[in-house]
């Protein structure tokens, strides 16, 4: 008899997972690469269609990721003990999922085995954003989008 090992995102905690797993859980949606405004009276996060001008937006995957700190300074770092300060996250990301205790998708590549299925199933931001290179900043809020999920 033959045991099934859970895969990893389903037997360890965020907090236990190693750099190169904790990294394979992005789904490559390219979400977290949009601009957000929040709106000065209530508070509000707003999101846009803008994407950082980094972002291949094709493949949905920063193009200059092992220096985007060189580039974009505030580019954010996603960690385990930062993840409920991250609002902004959207509802699909595998990351929030998982802090939130529920399952992957079987969309994402982990579970499906192709990083192309995130795009078959019309969660990335493929062909709906376009570059902040584009856009002027005073006009961005021209771009805010309902929702992002």
């Not at 960690?79 to 994402?108: I, N």
Request: glycine share 4%; net charge negative; hydrophobic share 35%.
């Amino acid at each position: 008899m033959s045991k099934t090992v859970m895969p990893f995102w389903e037997r360890k905690s965020l907090d236990e997972m190693s750099d190169t797993e904790w990294e394979s859980l992005c789904d490559g949606c390219g979400k977290c690469c949009l601009h957000k405004l929040e709106d000065e009276d209530s508070g509000e996060l707003l999101f846009t269609s803008i994407a950082c001008r980094y972002l291949d937006t094709q493949q949905c995957q920063c193009s200059v990721y092992a220096d985007r700190k060189s580039f974009v300074p505030d580019c954010l770092t996603l960690r385990f003990d930062s993840l409920e300060q991250l609002r902004w996250l959207p509802s699909t990301c595998a990351y929030r999922l998982l802090y939130e205790g529920k399952v992957l998708p079987d969309w994402h590549p982990l579970v499906s085995g192709s990083r192309d299925t995130v795009h078959r199933a019309h969660v990335s931001v493929r062909n709906k954003v376009v570059s902040e290179a584009e856009v002027a900043e005073d006009d961005w809020d021209l771009y805010i989008i309902e929702h992002i999920n």
